[in-house]
């Protein structure tokens, strides 16, 4: 049992019998009213036997039935159609996930990269990326001399096509690491 504060994207647990994974989570603490409320986290949770997708709320301190799925490292193909094709390094046997199975992680896949598959009675669910990934910046505007007030910021679209926020001093073709739990700009790789 865990705190569902503990709990974050790639996580699962089970409620009632079915076995969730959780594709993302936000915690939020409502301030409307006289007094505050305990903070709460918003999961998007996809239930593993039927691979509906919905929300739920929990408070933050709620205890939550975390289970464990089976993990194989493999590494990314290729995308055809939707489907995502994986290999398996050892055996060379190849799997293939929907989009909807694999969530906001196909804003960081890129061929070759090598990432936890996530199995639920030898079926493949989901996928688990490391915390941060390094990713080219294939596109932005240049800055602007003198537009330093604060903390500015600028599109950026990345190698796999997804764009986030920047600093001014981002330039195209450099390398920056990015958060994949929050998709959030970390700092420039090294």
Known sequence: MKQADQLRAGSTFEDNGVPFLILKGERFQSTSGKRQRAPEIKFRVKDL???????????????????????????????????????????????ALQKDDLADAVNYLKEEMVIDILFFEGRAVGVELENHVVLKVTYTEPGLKGDTTGKAMKPATLETGFEILVPLFIEMDELIKVDTRTGKYVERAK
């Not at 975390?66 to 994986?86: A, C, T």
């Open 49 to 95: 036997i039927s691979g509906k997708v919905s929300d739920i709320t929990v408070k933050a301190n709620d205890m939550m039935n975390d289970i464990i799925l089976e993990r194989s490292q493999m590494q990314f193909l290729y995308e055809m159609d939707g489907e995502y094709h994986f290999m398996n390094q050892e055996t060379y046997d190849q799997i």
